[in-house]
């Protein structure tokens, strides 16, 4: 790479100009090419800035080798797709606020530039200004005490103009993501070090605003944060108003404001002040000179950062994008702002803007499953994500990377429908296998199996189901007549294969010796728990686990099918959520015990030793079983989904398998 960082630019517009501008009057900054999607546009405008190269695509510039990061300044719609494209072509990538539409685009791109190594961050310039370090500085002091309130104000009135992009419902326009997001970013930042670390996540967020009557943008809004240590913020923006962009901080000895909190020192640099009100004291103003440009300290802290991948405190590093770009998600739904393009309905190509297309770089494997043609991926993915679109996300990734079988389930509700919109949308039903699971207590019967198989089918508005699964037994209900109801639906088509979850061993062989004594179809396969930590307690009612011996010993003499589910054991292995000083962990009752503890610690050794989290190498562990098992597990952003999918190319000797499960005393 060259002594300094060779910027290309995606759009020519205003802000594109003003980062031209950044990037001549940096250190470590050279304005390389421009890119537009017109080779006159990127041609005026190469000539008004003296940009070198000029690109009549954006394709085009993504190719010159010459190029080593991209500014990203299209329009917000735009800003996922080009900077995936940027991580594929080895691009380093400062894409302009705010990040995505939404978290899901946002997780997809974050997860786009760690793939494929390249630095990613999102441009908030302020963040990398001497002035928002001093801010940092006066809270840290406690220069006003303990901090109690924040008002963060960022409006201006761009009159009535509805095909403007402020107002624009099709460049997701309003004042929530272009500015909002500058208030949302500078709460979170304030609220996190007043809590003794960088960035805090809000507790609740509520807010009112205006719509525009033709548009439907935002036009002006409040909204009202509650942080951890009861910090409490007002977040205004407008785009038809007219008020004062300030932010003030409120304190329990005193308060300062920030005069120009966005623009900081100004383009070329200069001085900006802060004044500070202390509790029964003179008021004194803080004046903050800077000789760097607000955007070319944003270029600056690009290059110095290269290696590690993303910016460093105060800027924006990826999980501060993600925890900024949720607050927007939330801010938006208050007020009742969602975009045409967000639609489910409307989301019928991946986040990268091009049809689903097979990674390489993923080696799936596959297996098979009795009466069901075709060869069926080994993991199968579970459905119970926050929304669709995280839910669509994660379900591309998965498809690219190989896989091909979903699991649902009746009680799970919207998921059902979740996965056949997703199914429709990407026009993919011949190529996956649907996994569904019905007759769930109180309604354990044949005929409540009936209503819930037809319910499901409605919900995905589907023809078929290719596993069907029944989600609990029901002892007082001879197998005989599950055996009859299945092969019903068998006989119908709705049905392909059908299996049990949560039965016992015993329930299943009887089904099956009915099934063939009267020359029916019989289970196919089973779906109870099994992972590296054993089920203490089962989380909810009935649960049945695979774990033990004599189970093992099943399913390895009979060859019989497992789908386990909470195969990585529901989040126990992310040392960040459960472990012996996380009483909290949500499902902490259902894996607390020391053995358990001491599973995690050995699974945390190879992870250290592969280079992988340890999430990886339980999952690994489940799928070196000597029969036939297809862990069903749920990521839930896809950077969760690449770092499950690394226990496809983990391998453990017989004795690591061992050791995992404290069946040995030494992994070697």
């Not at 409006?155 to 949302?184: P, Q, T, W």
């Not at 205004?236 to 005193?254: D, I, K, R």
């Not at 991948?309 to 927007?328: C, H, W, Y």
């Amino acid at each position: 790479m060259a002594e300094k960082l060779r910027w290309g630019i995606i759009g020519a517009g205003g802000i594109a100009g003003a980062f031209v501008q950044g990037v001549k009057s940096s250190k470590r900054g050279e304005m390389l090419a421009i890119a537009s999607r017109s080779q006159a546009k990127a041609d005026a405008f190469g000539e008004e800035n003296d940009v070198p190269r000029r690109y009549g695509s954006y394709e085009a510039m993504l190719e010159d080798g010459d190029v080593d990061a991209v500014y990203v300044a299209t329009p917000h719609p735009m800003h996922a797709v080009w900077a995936i494209r940027c991580a594929e072509a080895g691009k380093h990538i400062l894409c302009e606020k705010p990040v995505t539409l939404n978290a899901a685009e946002a997780m997809t791109v974050i997860d786009a530039a760690n793939r494929h190594d390249v630095f990613f961050m999102e441009a908030f310039m302020y963040r990398c200004t001497a002035q928002t370090r001093r801010i940092v500085g006066l809270i840290r002091d406690r220069a006003i005490g303990d901090v109690r309130a924040i008002e963060a104000r960022f409006s201006f009135d761009v009159g009535d103009n509805v095909e403007g992009r402020h107002l624009k419902h099709d460049l997701a326009g309003g004042g929530i993501m272009d500015i909002g997001c500058y208030c949302a970013s500078m709460a979170r930042l304030i609220a996190g070090v007043a809590n003794g670390g960088e960035v805090a996540e809000p507790l609740e967020v509520h807010a009112v605003g205006s719509l525009h009557e033709k548009t439907g943008t935002d036009v002006y809004t409040t909204a009202l944060l509650k942080f951890p240590g009861d910090i409490i913020a007002s977040l205004t923006c407008a785009v038809q108003l007219g008020q004062p962009s300030t932010v003030t901080v409120y304190g329990t000895e005193g308060q300062f404001e920030v005069l120009s909190p966005w623009f900081c020192q100004g383009h070329t640099g200069g001085s900006s002040k802060i004044i500070v009100h202390p509790k029964g004291q003179k008021s004194r103003t803080i004046t903050v000179r800077s000789s760097a440009g607000l955007y070319s300290g944003e270029v600056d802290h690009v290059a110095k950062n290269l290696r590690k991948r993303e910016g460093q405190f105060p800027a924006m590093s990826k999980a501060d994008t993600l925890g900024n770009i949720q607050v927007l998600d939330q801010w938006r739904a208050a007020v009742g702002l969602e975009y045409e393009m967000e639609k489910p309905e409307n989301m019928t190509t991946p986040i990268s803007g091009r049809p689903l297309r097979r990674d390489a770089d993923v080696k799936m494997r596959y297996g098979k499953i009795p009466g069901l043609e075709g060869d069926v991926s080994i993991l199968a993915m579970g459905s119970t994500l926050p929304n669709f679109h995280q839910s669509s996300a994660v379900f591309d990734r998965y498809v690219e990377s190989g896989g091909n079988v979903f699991d649902s389930a009746w009680v799970y509700g919207r998921t059902d429908g979740t996965i056949g919109q997703w199914i429709r949308n990407r026009n993919i039903r011949s190529d996956v296998y649907v996994l569904a699971k019905g007759a769930h207590p109180p309604h354990c019967t044949p005929e409540g199996m009936r209503r819930e198989c037809q319910e499901t089918l409605d919900r995905m508005q589907a023809d078929y189901i290719d596993i069907y699964m029944l989600h609990r037994d029901n002892l007082e209900v001879p197998v005989g007549e599950w055996i009859d109801v299945l092969n019903e639906h068998c006989d119908a088509g709705t049905i392909r294969v059908f299996g049990g979850s949560n039965w016992t061993i015993a329930r299943i062989e009887e089904a099956n010796a009915y099934a063939a004594a009267n020359g029916k179809r019989g289970f196919s396969a089973l779906s109870n728990n099994f992972s590296l930590a054993r089920m203490v307690e089962p989380p909810w009612p009935d649960c049945r686990a695979a774990s033990d011996d004599a189970s093992r010993g099943w399913h390895e003499d009979n060859q019989f099918p497992l789908f386990p589910w909470s195969s990585q054991a529901q989040g126990f292995f992310v040392p960040s959520l459960a472990g012996p000083d996380r009483p909290d962990f949500a499902f902490g009752f259902c894996w607390y015990s020391e053995e358990n503890f001491e599973r995690a610690r050995r699974a945390t050794q190879i992870a250290e030793k592969r280079r992988v989290d340890p999430t990886a190498v339980a999952l690994a562990y489940v799928l070196h079983q000597k029969f036939p098992v297809f862990p069903l597990f749920c990521p839930h952003d896809p950077g969760q989904l690449t770092s499950s999918l690394k226990a496809l190319s983990i391998r453990l000797s017989a004795k690591e398998v061992e050791w995992l499960d404290l069946r040995a005393d030494s992994p070697s």
